[in-house]
């Protein structure tokens, strides 16, 4: 029977993000969410949720409990008009 071995590096995987991967920011805080832990981004107001060790972003409809959910929602209508969607 063979093994094999593969070199996981848990660290970088469980670390939180050095910057917003939307506008690069390093304004990126951890939130306590029911669902574990976010990083909300205080530049862009863009929150993401680590997946797997990567980082997949939080819809700010779902953040019924978190305080700045007004904050968010207020950044995505900007965004959408921006974009003239």
Same mark, same amino acid.
């Given at each position: 029977?063979?093994?094999?071995?593969?070199?996981?590096?848990?660290?970088? @995987? *469980? $670390? &939180?993000?050095?910057?917003?991967?939307?506008?690069?920011?390093?304004?990126?805080?951890?939130?306590?969410? /029911?669902?574990?832990?976010?990083?909300?981004?205080?530049?862009?107001?863009?929150?993401?949720?680590?997946?797997?060790? @990567? *980082? $997949? &972003?939080?819809?700010?409809?779902?953040?019924?409990?978190?305080?700045?959910?007004?904050?968010?929602?207020? /950044?995505?209508?900007?965004?959408?008009?921006?974009?003239?969607?």
């Amino acid at each position: 029977m063979r093994s094999y071995q593969a070199h996981l590096d848990l660290v970088a @995987a *469980l $670390s &939180p993000p050095e910057h917003c991967p939307v506008c690069r920011s390093q304004s990126v805080r951890a939130m306590s969410t /029911a669902d574990g832990v976010a990083f909300l981004c205080g530049d862009c107001w863009h929150c993401w949720r680590p997946v797997f060790g @990567a *980082l $997949s &972003p939080v819809d700010p409809h779902t953040c019924t409990a978190c305080s700045y959910q007004s904050l968010c929602l207020a /950044a995505e209508v900007s965004r959408t008009e921006k974009a003239g969607v």
